[in-house]
């Protein structure tokens, strides 16, 4: 079963329902004591990354997952959930991550043209540089759902896709068994339920 963190950050009812739409059980929950129990971890976020920081830290929740992780249990992070996964965020100060996948998220102002809105919302192509574990069953130039004003900033080994807003974005990563994507499946249509059907199907 797969378990989506209920930290007071994230889009929980679109995320349920998608998974129940492919077919796969999940269980919200907020007792950090339960996440040893699933199979999978999900770590949904929106908002500022300062905000969701001090309430995933402040749950108790950090802790355990970066144990899950360490121990090689499948993990997506989720937009704001996805740069939480890196070591410091600039947005708005200076904030920790979970240093799970080493890197930082900084303002996309930094590298697109400013004549460009910001933040970039909407439908958006992606640049998949291999067609394999949670793209594998996708096809290169699916467009996903963007809302975001920060992106991460990492080794180009880590980046599993780019999307183009003026500039190549970093649009999902990957760390052997940590995965995060920028964009929202659960609002991506038939394109992000096949990223989250083969979420679920990598090996644990």
Request: aromatic residues 8%; glycine residues 10%.
């Given at each position: 079963m797969i378990a989506i963190?209920?930290?007071?950050?994230?889009?929980?009812?679109?995320?349920s329902s998608s998974f129940n739409a492919i077919g796969h059980e999940v269980k919200i929950i907020s007792n950090p004591d339960e996440l040893k129990n699933f199979d999978r971890i999900i770590l949904p976020g929106v908002g500022a990354f300062g905000d969701a920081a001090e309430k995933l830290f402040s749950s108790g929740m950090a802790e355990p997952l970066i144990n899950e992780a360490k121990n090689g249990k499948p993990i997506l992070g989720i937009c704001v959930g996805m740069q939480l996964l890196f070591t410091k965020s600039f947005e708005f100060g200076e904030y920790d991550?979970?240093?799970?996948?080493?890197?930082?998220?900084?303002?996309?102002?930094?590298?697109?043209?400013?004549?460009?809105?910001?933040?970039?919302?909407?439908?958006?192509?992606?640049?998949?540089?291999n067609l394999n574990g949670i793209f594998s069953n996708s096809n290169n130039g699916e467009y996903v759902y963007f809302v975001h004003s920060y992106s991460a900033f990492c080794d180009e080994k880590f980046v599993t896709s780019t999307t183009n807003?003026?500039?190549?974005?970093?649009?999902?990563?990957?760390?052997?068994?940590?995965?995060g994507v920028q964009f929202h499946p659960e609002k991506s249509g038939n394109s992000g339920l096949k990223i989250l059907k083969a979420f679920c199907e990598v090996k644990a």
């Open positions: 963190i209920d930290y007071g950050v994230g889009n929980l009812f679109s995320l991550g979970l240093n799970l996948i080493p890197g930082e998220v900084r303002a996309i102002k930094e590298v697109i043209p400013s004549e460009l809105k910001i933040p970039q919302i909407g439908w958006n192509a992606l640049n998949i540089k807003y003026g500039a190549d974005l970093v649009a999902s990563v990957q760390s052997e068994n940590i995965y």
